[in-house]
């Protein structure tokens, strides 16, 4: 079965700082990898997702994903934040055989100070 | 983009009461939805997979006699939380399949059981 590790529960970061929110994952097939927003009392919207090809993704509000197939990682950057992407975000991985099953990390709440 | 909605947006029901969730995709058709649970401080929880015409999938240790779904139209899936109990007492999210490999979140449902 596939898992997501997301090992840093919190982050705080000044705005206009940059950063990474990593993401690791185990699986013993092919899968797809997502990254979710959530802000409090709301749905989840998707920031952006690899399926194949380039393994650099850009997604929106200026978000940005690596997949490194070898450290098995997906992690999430940004250059410069700001206070409003203060939110939870969420890792997920299906597998390419059913594309349909998400399974979850426990989240990174991301703290923009000013 | 696609839109899913969720009604009521928050409920609050009595211990022993049944409780009727509805997740609608607004702007497509959905043969495919997904119900899942969010506890406080956790990641989501897939509950189970709704196919419209068909009986829902659910997932392990979810009780099916409990957490009831309906999906009987392309742009209706509802749960219904049968004999609510406080542990019952939770974040609900649905989702919807729009595409390969991607689903769009409702805003959820903040459940309380008193």
């Known amino acids: 079965a596939q898992s997501v590790t997301q090992l840093d529960s919190q982050v705080p970061v000044f705005e206009e700082a940059p950063v990474e929110l990593r993401c690791n994952y185990s699986s013993s097939v092919s899968v797809y990898l997502f990254w979710y927003v959530q802000y409090p009392n709301q749905g989840l919207q998707l920031l952006l997702k690899?399926?194949?090809?380039?393994?650099l993704v850009k997604g929106i509000n200026g978000f940005e994903a690596e997949f490194n197939k070898s450290q098995t990682s997906f992690h999430l950057r940004k250059p410069s934040v700001h206070i409003s992407d203060t939110a939870e975000y969420f890792c997920?991985?299906?597998?390419?055989?059913?594309?349909?099953?998400?399974?979850f990390g426990t989240g990174t709440r991301l703290a923009v100070r000013p | 983009g696609a839109v899913v909605s969720q009604h009521p947006s928050r409920v609050i029901c009595k211990s022993g009461t049944s409780v009727k969730i509805e997740c609608r995709s607004l702007d497509f058709q959905a043969t495919t939805m997904f119900w899942y649970r969010q506890f406080p401080k956790k990641s989501l929880m897939l509950m189970a997979t709704s196919n419209e015409g068909s009986k829902a999938t659910y997932e392990q240790g979810v009780e099916k006699d409990k957490f009831l779904i309906n999906h009987a139209s392309l742009t209706l899936s509802t749960l219904t939380v049968t004999s609510a109990h406080p542990e019952d007492s939770s974040f609900y999210i649905c989702?919807?399949?729009?595409?390969?490999?991607?689903?769009?979140f409702g805003p959820g449902t903040r459940l309380t059981v008193t």
């Open positions: 690899y399926l194949s090809g380039s393994t």
């Open positions: 989702s919807a399949r729009a595409g390969f490999a991607e689903q769009y």
């Open positions: 997920a991985v299906s597998l390419k055989s059913s594309g349909d099953k998400l399974t």
